[in-house]
């Protein structure tokens, strides 16, 4: 199978983490470089857990660039009650001696575009504003890039910030907005999170009986700590999701897409009760152009193998043929 050359977009903390992690084990994926963006946690913090998360995966060689500090328009507003203080679950606080690469990220997305035109896949996991910054300085950024894979928006159900919106669209709706208008984006959104990739106890157990062993699941244990204890207080279920690492797993085995449309998508900028929201028009009632591929449902069984190929063995490839 050929690899697949990738830039990975991101706010580490949490499941971003996780799904860098996968990313960088993976013999499918190269990660040509790493951009950091405002989003989750404090931006030093997010420069910090993804240099620990590279270095744990034995790729801390990978160029970590430092990108946008807030998102385009709006003020910043951070999620440690969910991912923790610092990001990494609470209670791990490592100290990283990497230096972070010269340059801004969203020139490095343009500049590692234009120098290998056609190769790259751009995979965004974080608030959409580096993306956006890049695609202000080189327009012509997708044709420059192979596709353009993004976590984020929440397609006709519920988000997770508010009713009308998921996370990393709602941070930086002005972004997401022109990136979905501007890019042919491949859309995983926070339906298809919660409906096929929630881990409850077996699986978080199964993970933790793993951590003396494997310093993968150990990490993930320590992540998945404060996402569990806010799962269990706001929802009453001792459950975790793992939206970034969809993205990887989807890069390492396509074939776990199960059902994909093609659709118009735009993204409400507007402050207010619908900040953020993601209009899919699934019944083709507008005239807008059709150029987001939502993935509409993956292999579950398939996910949760890879994953834990990934962080009890170490091996994200390791079922696969
Ligand atoms: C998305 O928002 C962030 O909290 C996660 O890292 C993920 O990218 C989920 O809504
Ligand atoms: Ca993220």
Same mark, same amino acid.
Request: proline share 4%; with cysteine; aromatic share 6%.
């Given at each position: ?30 990660? $040509? ?6 989003? %989750?946690?404090?931006?030093?913090? $997010? ?6 998360? =590279?270095? =744990? ?12 500090? !807030? #998102? ?15 990001? =990494? ?13 010269? *340059?801004?990220? #969203? ?9 290998? +035109? ?8 974080? #608030?959409?504003? %580096? ?13 420059? &890039? ?9 397609? %006709? ?15 930086? #709706? ?25 881990? *409850? ?11 003396? /062993? !494997? ?20 929802? *009453? ?10 993205? !990887?797993?989807? =890069?390492?085995? +396509? ?20 900040? *953020? ?5 699934? &019944? ?15 292999? /579950? ?14 091996? +994200? ?5």
């Amino acid at each position: 199978m050929t690899e697949r050359r990738v830039i990975v977009d991101t706010d580490t903390a949490g499941d971003d983490s996780q799904a860098l992690v996968m990313a960088a084990l993976s013999e499918r994926i190269e990660i $040509e470089a790493v951009t950091v963006a405002a989003g %989750n946690v404090g931006f030093d913090d $997010e420069v910090r857990n993804a240099k620990y998360s =590279l270095q =744990l995966a034995d790729s801390a060689d990978v160029p970590v660039y430092e990108g946008a500090r !807030s #998102p385009l328009l709006k003020d910043h507003e951070t999620a440690e009650y969910v991912h923790g203080e610092g990001g =990494l679950g609470g209670d791990l606080d490592p100290e990283v001696d990497i230096p972070s690469a010269d *340059g801004f990220a #969203p020139d490095a997305i343009v500049e590692l575009a234009r120098e290998h +035109p056609g190769e790259l896949t751009l995979v965004c996991i974080a #608030p959409l504003t %580096n993306v956006a910054l890049a695609l202000q300085r080189e327009p012509a950024l997708g044709d420059l &890039l192979d596709s353009v894979w993004v976590m984020g928006g929440n397609v %006709n159900c519920l988000g997770n910030v508010t009713p009308a919106a998921e996370y990393n669209f709602w941070v930086d #709706p002005d972004a997401a907005k022109l990136v979905v208008r501007e890019l042919d984006v491949t859309l995983v959104d926070w339906g298809l999170v919660v409906r096929d990739s929630t881990f *409850g106890t077996e699986t978080l157990d199964r993970i933790a009986d793993a951590a003396d /062993e !494997s310093r993968f699941a150990d990490f993930f244990t320590s992540i998945a700590a404060s996402v569990r204890a806010f799962n269990r207080e706001q929802f *009453g279920e001792d459950v975790t999701t793992q939206p970034d690492s969809v993205v !990887s797993a989807l =890069l390492v085995d +396509p074939s776990l897409v199960e059902r994909e449309g093609t659709y118009h998508v735009d993204v409400d900028e507007r402050e207010g009760l619908t900040r *953020g929201y993601t209009l899919v028009d699934e &019944l083709g009632v507008t005239d807008g152009d059709r150029n987001t591929r939502v993935v509409e449902s993956i292999d /579950e069984d398939g996910f949760r193998r890879l994953f834990l190929d990934t962080v009890v063995h170490g091996e +994200p490839e390791r079922s696969l043929e």
